[in-house]
Nanobody
Framework: QVQLVESGGGLVQAGGSLRLSCTASGRTFSSNAMGWFRQAPGKDRDFVAA????????YYADSVKGRFTISRDNAKNTMYLQMNILKPEDTAIYYC??????????????????????WGQGTQVTVSS
């Protein structure tokens, strides 16, 4: 079992920045590939970013590429999402996800919810215009 807790969400003006954290417990963190997804009101949950166990492979959705940075600190059992140049369309609940084992080499697979085994409860990010 893996327990995931997100933090760092909040209200920010367009153009601003936030850093989300996802802290894991219950299983060796470095054994899990990790990802971030988000769900805007009335929409499906969408892939944002993913990172392999040793940070050697990183993937981003096109909508956040160049603005968001995913990272992890295995010593702290924590994954991060640095979000810069935020836009109103980034408003969503942000979820972290863990996959037992390695990350796929295919973006289409990495971007699927079914690729992950555990989910956090989410943290709200609201970007005002």
């Amino acid at each position: 079992q893996v327990q995931l807790v997100e933090s760092g969400g909040g209200l920010v003006q367009a153009g601003g920045s936030l850093r989300l954290s996802c802290t894991a417990s219950g299983r060796t963190f470095s054994s899990n590939a990790m990802g971030w997804f988000r769900q805007a009101p009335g929409k499906d949950r969408d892939f944002v970013a993913a990172i392999s166990r040793n940070s050697g492979r990183i993937y981003y959705a096109d909508s956040v590429k160049g603005r968001f940075t995913i990272s992890r600190d295995n010593a702290k059992n924590t994954m991060y999402l640095q979000m810069n140049i935020l836009k109103p369309e980034d408003t969503a609940i942000y979820y972290c996800a863990a996959r037992v084992g390695g990350l796929s080499s295919y973006l289409t697979t990495v971007g699927r919810e079914s690729h992950y085994d555990y989910w956090g409860q989410g943290t709200q990010v609201t970007v005002s215009s």
